[in-house]
């Protein structure tokens, strides 16, 4: 059987690298292309990441340059959770070779044609590099077969009361999204919080002793501390969501919904508005929503794909 076509348009941070070595692994699907924007840590370093995972990976995966900044907002980074490398408390060798000269949204137009309406656009990132392709190229809609992202929350937020990072770093790109056409899956906070891996994994995958299961240990290790004090059991490691849902969407709970972002207010800026806990509707179910994950089988499939590098 075929695999399913995946682009992945990523800020690689720590839990983007693990969403891009588990997803090095899953059966179903191939990797055709990865992109980088600013996010985490700005784009130079989030695209010498993503070309030091693939060199990890012993792959050779084409990487995109694309946006250094959001549309309109300034850009803010997320080094104080990520590291000055964006990479934790992880240390990879220099990168083998430079991104392709393609910029991102470009190379996401051309390998969209390619894949005539089969390819499933991954972002983990702010919106900024999709919402330049579906402007750039009106016509995309027409080649995507779904856009599955790590952003937003039905309820909640993690920079503000109620706006989680990627959306909020480019809230008017995400609006973009949104409205384009295109079905969005979205894993927000609502799932990816209830993705963490406790400090008792992380030391079990650690013994494994591989390189992979090594720089996953050494980058997600400083982050644990820091969620512990938030309150949380563990690291949540919220990229892997949309991946792993292309292989076992069975270990989800979703549900379909309107969802738009709020990209004017003050207070609310970056909120992603579902219908989903209103009796208002919106008229578009432009969304499918993840509220719930099976975390058992979560660290199992994740831990299964690390150890097979
Ligand atoms: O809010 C979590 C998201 O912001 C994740 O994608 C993380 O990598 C950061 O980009
Ligand atoms: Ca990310």
Redesign the pocket.
């Known amino acids: 059987m075929s695999k399913i076509p995946v682009w992945i348009d990523?800020?690689?941070?720590?839990?983007?690298a693990a969403a891009i070595l588990t997803a090095g692994q899953l059966e179903k699907i191939e990797i055709v292309g990865i992109s980088a924007v600013a996010?985490?840590v700005p784009l130079e370093k989030t695209t010498k990441n993503c070309i030091c995972v693939s060199d990890l990976m012993g792959r050779d995966y084409p990487v995109y340059a694309g946006a250094s900044r959001p549309w309109i907002r300034p850009y803010e980074d997320?080094s104080s959770?990520?590291g000055n490398s964006g990479l934790g408390g992880a240390v990879l060798p220099e990168p083998s070779k430079a991104p392709e000269k393609e910029k991102a949204w470009e190379a996401i137009y051309r390998e969209a044609v390619k894949r005539s309406g089969e390819l499933e656009l991954v972002a983990?990132?702010?919106l900024t590099n999709v919402a330049n392709a579906l402007t750039l190229y009106p016509d995309l809609k027409d080649h995507l077969k779904r856009i599955l992202i790590?952003?937003g929350a039905a309820s909640g937020g993690?920079?503000t009361p109620c706006a989680?990072?990627?959306i909020l770093?480019d809230p008017d790109a995400a609006q973009a999204v949104f409205r384009s056409g295109v079905k969005v899956y979205m894993f927000g906070?609502d799932v990816?919080e209830k993705a963490y891996v406790t400090r008792k994994e992380l030391e079990e995958i650690n013994e494994y002793g591989s390189p992979v299961t090594t720089f996953f240990h050494d980058s997600v290790e400083p982050r644990i501390s820091w969620y512990e004090e938030l309150g949380f059991p563990g690291s949540?490691l919220?990229?892997v969501c949309p991946l792993l849902y292309l292989e076992h969407p069975e270990i989800f709970r979703t549900e379909e919904a309107g969802v738009f972002v709020e990209t004017q207010s003050e207070l609310t800026l970056g909120k992603t508005v579902t219908d989903l806990f209103s009796d208002h509707q919106f008229e578009e179910k432009n969304a499918v929503v993840a509220l719930d994950i099976d975390r058992d089988a979560f660290i199992k499939y994740m831990f299964e794909a690390l150890k097979k590098y």
């Open positions: 990523c800020d690689t941070g720590v839990d983007d996010g985490n997320a959770v990520h983990t990132g702010p790590m952003g993690n920079v989680e990072y990627n770093t906070l990816t949540c919220h990229d």
